[in-house]
């Protein structure tokens, strides 16, 4: 009965490293949202993707931002060149086909110092 | 485009007092209506949805919601509210379109229990 699982929980990184955000849907889910959660804010949304496909990157940052959700294995969020104002919250929701019904994972934490 | 706006960005409420959260949203299309809650460092719950049909919705943890289309709200009330009811609540919305169903969220509101 496994939810939506994210890894890692808590990630630090330097300046200028890259961040990769893993999560894996619940079983029988093929539709993945990717959110992101700014200190003091509420959730915007980042990217939704199905197996092999990008439906919706209209909120991903044009640079450095990047994900996947391959045939096999987990969807990832890839930020590379990390700066101080990626610090934030990433949560990933999987649903099934109807798609309404999302459900959210524990979040990754990312800092960058 | 959605928009949802919540007013109240904290709460405080007396346990066992009864609480009404507020959400308004604006759209030019049909929508989806949810109400999620947030503890502490985890992740989002679904607490209730509005998809068709009656306009009252119940949830989990004795939280209902009505959706009253002509005033564009979606406000979340519980009779009686309890010590572990805190925490930040944040109401969203879809387009009713089946094919990309991602969620705009409002800011949340932080829901305070007073003993």
């Known amino acids: 009965n496994a939810g939506v699982m994210q890894n890692p929980r808590h990630l630090v990184r330097r300046r200028g490293q890259e961040a990769r955000l893993r999560c894996s849907p619940m079983k029988g889910h093929s539709h993945v949202y990717w959110y992101r959660q700014l200190p003091e804010e509420g959730l915007k949304f980042m990217v939704y993707l199905q197996k092999e496909n990008i439906i919706d990157e209209s909120g991903m940052p044009k640079e450095r931002f990047s994900a996947e959700f391959p045939k096999e294995g987990p969807s990832i969020l890839r930020i590379q060149q990390v700066v101080r104002g990626d610090s934030a919250a990433y949560f990933c929701?999987?649903?099934?086909?109807?798609?309404?019904?999302?459900?959210f994972g524990p979040g990754t934490r990312l800092t960058v110092t | 485009a959605q928009s949802v706006t919540q007013l109240d960005s904290q709460v405080p409420v007396f346990e066992e007092a009864p609480v009404e959260l507020r959400c308004n949203y604006s759209?030019?299309?049909?929508?989806?209506l949810f109400w999620y809650v947030q503890y502490p460092n985890q992740g989002l719950q679904l607490l209730l949805k509005?998809?068709?049909?009656?306009?009252l919705v119940k949830g989990i943890n004795g939280f209902e919601a009505e959706f009253n289309k002509s005033q564009t709200s979606f406000h979340l009330r519980k009779p009686s509210v309890h010590i572990s009811d805190t925490a930040e609540y944040f109401c969203a919305v879809s387009t009713a379109n089946f094919g990309n169903e991602k969620l705009t969220f409002g800011t949340g509101t932080r829901l305070t229990i007073i003993p």
């Open positions: 929701a999987s649903s099934g086909v109807e798609g309404y019904e999302q459900y």
């Open positions: 509005y998809l068709s049909g009656s306009t």
């Open positions: 759209s030019s299309v049909s929508v989806y």
